[in-house]
């Protein structure tokens, strides 16, 4: 089996309350590149499951929280090329009671479904994912796999979002993209040509992405990372937000995710109504999926009293 994508297309946003800034908005529709595997865990994916199978791997191994696109989508490509998988979740609680669980949280439900087996570690385990030592534990209890970071980004991964941008896309000024691990942008850095700039809005709070990209990046790309709009922090959210992305659906029929896309939208829009952008300037904004985090979004929002995505 192969990897196939969907035909993305570079959708051009019209807002009402943009027409006077003289800029042009396009998103790159990365959400639509396949129905289960979306956005940018397609291209982190992709090339690790080439390695998985040239290794001769039966399992893959990967980590996440309980609402995480990777997991759900580490559960769906194990279940489409053939692999085992295990999940290993941050939050000892939610493996107390399983079946509440399963029917609380849409995501590890679908994972599930996709035959993902679970392993529930306190949060002071699930810091020690990355040591040696936690690692071997893991291959003594499930024998060998192949393992996917958190997040996915490895360097398999950057040569995957490498792929993002296409012919014809170096006619856009300014690429933006949203923030996790630092991966997806790596790779969108990586694929630039010296005309052009990336931004990045990181959906945390704090500094330390800087390095992790430089890691990843070659030197001399132009890019920066705009640290206003993460809301207070990973999965954090409030009703502006919420009512940004249902007034953006509105408008454009382009669905937003809460945590990573929807903040970068928002910051885009504010940025581009504050003045930061020359007239005529192009924009290329990509969606990088996440979709499948609505429903249990959806749920907290609920418990809050705030409004739905819609």
């Given at each position: 089996m192969v990897f196939v994508t969907n035909n993305i297309e570079n959708q051009q946003v019209f807002l009402s309350e943009l027409e006077r800034f003289g800029?042009?908005?396009?998103?790159k529709r990365e959400?639509?590149?396949?129905?289960?595997?979306?956005?940018?865990?397609?291209?982190?994916?992709k090339y690790?499951?080439?390695?998985?199978?040239?290794?001769k791997h039966d399992t893959l191994l990967t980590f996440g929280g309980a609402f995480s696109n990777h997991i759900s989508a580490v559960a769906f490509a194990g279940k489409e090329f053939?692999?085992?998988?295990?999940?290993i979740i941050r939050g000892e609680e939610l493996g107390n009671d399983l079946k509440n669980t399963l029917q609380q949280n849409p995501t590890l439900n679908a994972a599930n479904k996709h035959g993902m087996q679970f392993e529930f570690v306190t949060r002071s385990d699930y810091r020690l994912k990355n040591t040696e030592e936690f690692i071997e534990k893991l291959k003594d209890k499930f024998g060998n796999f192949y393992l996917i970071p958190e997040g996915g980004t490895n360097n398999l991964a950057i040569r995957g979002c490498e792929e993002i941008l296409k012919l014809g896309d170096e006619s856009f000024d300014i690429v933006c993209s949203a923030i996790g691990t630092g991966g997806t942008i790596s790779g969108i850095i990586n694929s630039i040509n010296k005309n052009q700039k990336v931004l990045g809005f990181p959906a945390l709070k704090g500094d330390f992405l800087a390095k992790e990209i430089k890691k990843y990046t070659i030197q001399g790309k132009k890019w920066s990372l705009i640290t206003d709009y993460h809301f207070g922090g990973f999965a954090k959210i409030n009703g502006d937000l919420v009512n940004f992305i249902n007034q953006f659906k509105l408008e454009t029929s382009i669905p937003l995710d809460p945590i990573y896309t929807g903040k970068m939208m928002y910051g885009l829009v504010d940025l581009i109504k504050k003045g930061f952008f020359k007239k005529g300037t192009n924009i290329l904004a990509i969606h990088t999926g996440g979709?499948?985090?609505?429903?249990?979004?959806?749920?907290?929002?609920k418990q809050k009293q705030l409004p739905l995505i819609q």
């Open positions: 800029v042009n908005l396009f998103i959400d639509q590149i396949h129905p289960f595997i979306s956005g940018n865990k397609y291209r982190k994916l690790n499951i080439f390695k998985a199978q040239e290794e053939g692999f085992k998988t295990i999940g979709l499948q985090g609505i429903d249990g979004m959806n749920n907290y929002l």
